[in-house]
């Protein structure tokens, strides 16, 4: 798409390649949250939109995709990745800053569709979003935040060095949770890289809507 740069962004990893999904591609990738992103008594996300039933976790994909578009600022951008394993939509993999030309700082989520969790994708996903953040835009620092009992999201945290950066009380509903902000800087990155090589095509084009 002449007019959307990003539509050429696309980063590769050994199994996954992400990038901004067609309308089509979105609707798989809905219907990947509708067969579940996690068990139904989980508290993953600040903003419970995986927890409805299956036609409402489809929904929320298709908006929550159209929106981060809609909205898209250079000063408030969200990039959100399908990631594909060869033809097949597996999950999301999100980028977002504020004010990143100034603060240089970035942060990630993500999700993989229950069926295809514990094979190593959100490791991929994450060192791609790392790329790109670290390689391809220059961040000085960048931050995830998972609730206390996230052992998955944390774990892949812990495997690129993050160090703890406060904890945050937050209501889901109506039950309190601690949400754990972790911080990787641009200095710990290089002795992480390595261990996933991540290919970033199209990114000079897309340059100026980041910063
Ligand atoms: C978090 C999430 C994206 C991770 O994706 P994934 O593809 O399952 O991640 P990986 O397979 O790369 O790695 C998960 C790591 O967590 C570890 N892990 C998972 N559950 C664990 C547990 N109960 N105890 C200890 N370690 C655990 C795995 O062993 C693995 O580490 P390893 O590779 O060293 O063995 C995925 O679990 C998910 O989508 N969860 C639901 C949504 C969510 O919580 N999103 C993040 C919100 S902050």
Redesign the pocket.
């Known amino acids: 798409m002449r007019h959307w740069p990003l539509t050429a962004l696309e980063l590769t990893t050994p199994d996954l390649t992400l990038r901004l999904p067609t309308d089509a591609e979105l609707d798989e990738l809905a219907q990947v949250a509708a067969d579940g992103?996690?068990a139904d008594d989980?508290v993953?996300?600040p903003q419970p939109w995986?927890s409805g039933p299956p036609e409402e976790r489809a929904r929320n994909v298709l908006q929550n995709h159209w929106w981060a578009r809609g909205d898209w600022a250079r000063h408030n951008w969200r990039l959100l990745l399908a990631v594909f394993r060869g033809e097949q939509v597996i999950?999301q993999q999100n980028l977002s800053a504020r004010d990143f030309a100034v603060t240089g700082e970035a942060r990630t989520?993500?999700?993989?569709?229950?069926q295809?969790?514990?094979?190593?994708?959100?490791?991929?996903?994450?060192a791609a979003a790392l790329a790109l953040a670290f390689d391809g835009l220059g961040a000085r620092r960048v931050t995830?935040?998972?609730?206390a009992h996230?052992?998955?999201?944390r774990?892949?945290s812990s495997?690129f060095g993050y160090r703890p950066n406060g904890v945050h009380r937050v209501a889901v509903g109506d039950v309190a949770v601690d949400a754990h902000e972790e911080v990787l800087e641009q200095a710990d990155w290089p002795s992480y890289a390595p261990r996933t090589p991540v290919e970033i095509i199209g990114l000079p084009i897309c340059m100026s809507l980041f910063r």
């Open positions: 992103v996690h989980a993953c996300f995986a999950g989520g993500f999700w993989v569709g229950q295809f969790q514990g094979q190593g994708f959100g490791t991929q996903m994450r995830s935040t998972a609730f996230n052992t998955a999201s774990a892949v495997k």
